[in-house]
Nanobody, 124 residues
Framework: QVQLVESGGGLVQAGGSLRLSCAAS????????MGWFRQAPGKEREFVAA????????YYLDSVKGRFTISRDNAKNLVYLQMYSLKLEDTAVYYC????WGVGSDSRERYDYWGQGTQVTVSS
């Protein structure tokens, strides 16, 4: 069982930056791939970024490539999403998720555990 708690969301102006954190419980955190998803009002939850268990592979939604960076610290049971050059369309609730297969995926169905989400609002 893995419990995930996101933090770091907030209100930021377009062009600004935020860093989201996801704290995971459980001694097996290092075996899980981790992902970030987001859901805007009236839209489906979409993949944003993922990182494999050993940090060897990362994956990004095309629209965030070059602006967002996913990273992890297995010693601290943390995963991060650093977001730069934020746009209005990045406004959403951001969710952290854990995939026990460890490779990483852009598919929601691959993820076994989810956090409660943190709101990111980008204003003009």
């Amino acid at each position: 069982q893995v419990q995930l708690v996101e933090s770091g969301g907030g209100l930021v102006q377009a062009g600004g930056s935020l860093r989201l954190s996801c704290a995971a419980s459980g001694r097996t955190f290092g075996r899980y791939a981790m992902g970030w998803f987001r859901q805007a009002p009236g839209k489906e939850r979409e993949f944003v970024a993922a990182i494999s268990w050993n940090d060897s592979n990362t994956y990004y939604l095309d629209s965030v490539k070059g602006r967002f960076t996913i990273s992890r610290d297995n010693a601290k049971n943390l995963v991060y999403l650093q977001m730069y050059s934020l746009k209005l369309e990045d406004t959403a609730v951001y969710y952290c998720a854990a995939d026990r297969w460890g490779v990483g995926s852009d598919s929601r169905e691959r993820y076994d555990y989810w956090g409660q989400g943190t709101q990111v609002t980008v204003s003009s």
